[in-house]
Every structure is written in C-alpha cells, then in structure tokens.
C-alpha cells in the first residue's frame, strides 16, 4: 500500500519527473524534491493560507493536495512571480507599503492576490479584506497589506509593467 | 501533520469511479475538492486505504436549467457556485450563501457536492439545500436515486450515502423573480465556520403583504432546520421592522440550542434573532422588484 509512484509535474513551466509516495503533500514535494521553499508551510490543514500557490491559475492551498493528483495540470509558486530582479506589481507594492514584516506568510498572500487581481482588477477595500481573510499575518495587523493590494491593483490598471 | 498512507486512483469517468468504490467499499474515500477531507485526512481523523479522487468527472461540473429546477453537477466548485451570472439569477440565495464558505482560495477547490457530503452543522450548502427544498442525486454501480435534502442530511456530518455512491448533482427548485431572499451568517472571525447562519425566502401579493415565506436556520441544531412555525406565523404579515421583530424573536424560541461554555444558549439564540431580522428585511427590500 502506498509505494511511491512515478508522477510528472509541470511547474512554473518546467516538466519535472519524479517519484513520490501518493500520500506526499504538495507542499511537502514542491519543498524537499523540487527545492522550491518559497513555499511556506503553516498549518497543514488549511487555515493559515502560507502554502498557497496556484493551479492552472486558480490558488489552491498546497497542503491540502497530494503531488500525486497534479498530473496534466499548471502549477504556479512564488518563485515564478518576479521576472529576474523585477519584482510583480503586487510584490513591488507591499515592497514599498511595508506590507509584510517577518515575510513568512507573504508568499501565500502574493499568490492569492496576484490571481485575485486577474480576476477582480478594481476590488474595493472591502473584496481586499474578505479575500485577504484567507491568509494569516502575525505581525503586520494586515493594513499595509491592504493598502499595497489596492496600490498594486491600481498601478496594474494603470498600465503594463508599472 | 501528514496522513496516513492510503492507494491512490485517479478514475477518468464516473462509471470507473463508481467501479473502484464498489470494489472497495467503505476502505475507500471519494475525494473532489479536499477542502474538509485534506484536513481530516492530515490529523489523522480518516484513514482510508483507497483514496478514489474525483477531480477529473469533469462531466460533474455543471449548471443546467430544465425548466424551473437547476440542476447543479456535485463537482461544481463554490466559486463557480458563487459567481456564475445564472445563478445569481435563478438562485441568488445559492449564489449568497456559496459566497461565504471558508475563504477565496478555499472556494476554488471546495465543491456541492463534498460540501453536502460532509455535512458539516455549520455548513452554508446543506442548510440552503433544505431551505429552498433541494433534491440530491446520489449514482452508485447498481444506480441513481434521488434523495430530499432534508432526508439526505441525517445527522452531524452524516448523511444517506452508501460507501459505493457519489453525489452527482443536487437539484434546485428555481427561485421565483419576485422573491426576495437573503444569507446571512455570524462567525468570530471572517470566513470561520459560523455560530449561527440563516437563509431566508420571501414573496409579497400584490397587497404588499407576505404570501409565502421560508426560514433555516444553520448552527442550532445537528441539521439544519426549516423553522414552518414561523413560516406561517408570517403569512398575511407586511414586510416591515415590526414584523422582522416578532418573527426574530419567534425564530429565537422556537430553538433548543446546546449550551457550551463558549457559546451559551442565550448568545445562540440571540444570534438567532438578530441574525433573522437582518435576513428578512434584506430580503423584503429584494421582494417583489419585479412582479
């Protein structure tokens, strides 16, 4: 029961063979065979949002999926985000509203923004709020994160590359 | 926080899913979006052998009108559930309530069906399923059976489901274009399972005066419950504060709400009332724009 299967994984573009036992969380895979530990881990069991990431585009939390099941699908982390040097919009926002202080739960927030910004490109303090309410800060008390959502979502309106 | 180790089969139709299941009984696990099941799964609280995923039944992901009832696919994720233009016309109470579960990156994955399934008491999906008076689709090997869902969700987190059968789809009567309805719901902290939730219908004569009225409440019970007494209570009442006061505070009595240290039977009750007032003038104000 449980032998570990061969899987391939295609993330941040990149096909990746491996072999993982089907119980192997996401996080887990993406972290110890993948070396891609801007992926935080929090909970593990969904709460805290550190773990987030995106499949085919949408933010799932990476700790409440098994490698095993992301066969055929896109997976997006943190460390695809910034082109080189260039940070995101969002990232370059909270950059400069100091919206994070430790940085342990900033990769879950940048995930879930940078696919709720896609979709919802004008939210109100209030959307920010209740989609930020998925990801759990201990230091900042969340307002400079606010602010550097709105910021970004605005300098992304404003044009491309801002 | 890992779980423990289960064989995985990822079935390309329902019909290899219903397979598998048959074969494995109650060693195997339906999973879809593992919003519930994951953690469980992590803590340890479910150890199935056999974990049967269910995240390619594309087939499930649907939303279809057939004339007055929409028939929603049980791998429809909340977020399509919540933002999908149909249903926030034919079922805005569904679109209000999905709109609500856990948080954004949560309703992405979560879905109708594993939501029913679970049956959590505090649950959005289950207690608009039995307000609006849904029907459940169960399909195993042998083959389909519909379920109300009010018989469907038995008890916390229990439900009439064999372990050889899936939920297909849940059927929704359409709301009518003149009813007002309203969601509301109060939890300590934003997008936390609530204390107390409601969901509430209501529909006007051309008086003005209250015809037809449904109240659920979620979290006062093991099952979400159809308050019918102050169903009728309101019938002939006009929509306004007075009458949003005396049917809160019948809401209010008509429950028998466990009391636990943390949420004392009073508080429950007064969540009960405040919540239920806020509900029916909200949905008194949506009532009647269009008839």
């Known amino acids: ?85 260039t940070l995101s919009p969002l990232q370059q926002a909270l950059h400069e509203e100091h919206g994070l202080q430790c940085g342990f739960c900033t990769a879950g927030i940048v995930m879930t923004f940078e696919a709720y910004l896609r979709e919802n490109p004008a939210p109100s303090e209030a959307e920010v709020r209740d989609v930020l309410s998925g990801n759990l800060c201990r230091c900042t008390g969340y307002q400079n994160i606010v602010t550097a959502v709105l910021k970004a979502a605005e300098a992304m309106r404003g044009g491309r590359g801002a | 926080m890992k779980p423990a180790p289960f064989t995985y089969h990822r079935p390309a139709s ?25 953690p469980m799964l992590n803590m340890r609280l479910a150890r199935p052998a056999h974990l049967v995923d269910l995240n390619d039944l594309l087939e499930l992901d649907y939303v279809r009108n057939t004339g007055g009832v929409i028939e929603i696919g049980g791998l429809t994720r909340h977020h399509r559930v919540a933002s999908a233009p149909e249903i926030g016309r034919d079922l805005p109470l569904l679109a209000e309530a999905a709109a609500t579960i856990g948080h954004y990156a949560i309703r992405q994955r979560g879905t109708l069906g594993g939501s029913l399934v679970h049956a959590d008491p505090a649950a959005q999906l289950p207690l608009v399923a039995v307000t609006l008076g849904a029907e459940v689709v169960l399909r195993s090997a042998k083959g389909e059976r519909s379920v109300p869902a009010d018989e469907f969700v038995q008890s916390i987190m229990t439900v009439d489901l064999a372990d050889d059968e899936i939920v297909t789809a849940v059927r929704f ?17 934003h997008g936390d399972f609530a204390i107390v939730s ?11 005066a209250i015809c037809a009225l449904r109240l659920g409440l979620g979290g006062v019970g093991p099952v979400p419950q159809r308050q019918t007494g102050v169903e009728q209570e309101a019938i002939g009442c006009l929509p306004d504060a007075e009458t949003a006061a005396r049917l809160a505070r019948a809401a209010a009595a008509a429950i028998t709400p466990e009391d636990h240290p943390q949420v004392p039977a009073a508080y429950r ?23």
């Open chain 1, 1 to 85: 029961m449980s032998t570990p299967v061969p899987i391939s994984l295609v993330v941040n573009g990149e096909a990746h063979d491996l072999v993982v036992p089907p119980r192997k969380l996401l996080s887990d895979v993406l972290r110890e065979d993948l070396n891609l530990t801007g992926t935080h881990v929090g909970c593990e069991h969904g709460v805290c949002g550190a773990c987030t990431i995106l499949i085919d585009g949408r933010p799932a939390r990476a700790c409440l999926t098994y490698a095993v099941q992301l066969e055929g699908h896109e997976l997006t982390t943190i460390e695809a985000v910034a082109e080189g040097d």
């Open chain 2, 14 to 38: 329902v019909r290899e899913a219903l397979e598998l299941l048959a074969r494995y009984g109650a060693d195997a696990k339906p999973v879809s979006g593992g919003q519930s099941l994951g």
């Open chain 2, 173 to 189: 009567p359409q709301q009518l274009a003149d009813e007002g309805s309203a969601f509301d719901l109060f939890s300590r902290r």
């Open chain 2, 198 to 208: 409601v969901a509430l219908t209501l529909r006007l004569d051309p008086a003005g």
């Open chain 2, 269 to 291: 009750r007064e969540l009960v009332e405040t919540l239920t007032a806020r509900a029916f003038l909200r949905a008194a104000k949506r009532a009647g724009v269009t008839a």
